[in-house]
């Protein structure tokens, strides 16, 4: 029996009370397994699931994505509508052999997209991304303000 409800990623619910009656076996296939809202929920929770930081220093704004087990070649990297930073991506699902018995799957699959707003004050031309480790970092350099100079005015008469 999974602790979480099933609308956010987990098998069955623990307020479900026929938990262990629609609990999967061999001879028998639950039938909400195809039902669009369980595939639904699962893409929610792949998007849900992709957490992003953003920090600002003097310098750059930082986005840091954890995408573990994902190659580059699975990440897009893109800057659209002027100043919206758009990261996406798909887990591919395992292949699964006839004769395999799956007890738990709880890894999400499937398409992930998040999107940032950048601020006014953000070099769109100097954008750079990097994956190391399953992070994935994207470096968004900053416009360097113009100093702002002080002149002195001659107060006459």
Do not use: C, Y
């Amino acid at each position: 029996m999974a602790l979480t409800p099933f609308f956010f990623g987990g098998d069955q619910s623990i307020f479900d009370p026929l938990d262990r009656f629609f609990e999967p076996s061999a001879d028998r296939i639950p039938l909400w397994d195809n039902a669009p809202s369980r595939r639904f929920a699962q893409d929610v929770s792949a998007i849900a699931s992709t957490r992003v930081d953003w920090v600002e220093t003097p310098e750059a704004h930082i986005f840091k994505a954890d995408l573990p087990g994902l190659k580059k070649e699975e990440v897009k990297v893109q800057v659209e509508d002027g100043r919206t930073l758009q990261i996406s991506g798909e887990r591919k699902k395992e292949e699964v052999e006839k004769t395999d018995k799956w007890h738990r799957v709880e890894r999400t699959q499937g398409s992930f997209l998040r999107r940032f707003r950048l601020p006014e004050n953000a070099k769109l031309e100097e954008v750079k991304a990097k994956v190391e480790d399953g992070v994935l970092t994207v470096t968004v350099p900053k416009i360097e303000k113009p100093k702002s100079e002080v002149k002195a005015i001659e107060i006459s008469g």
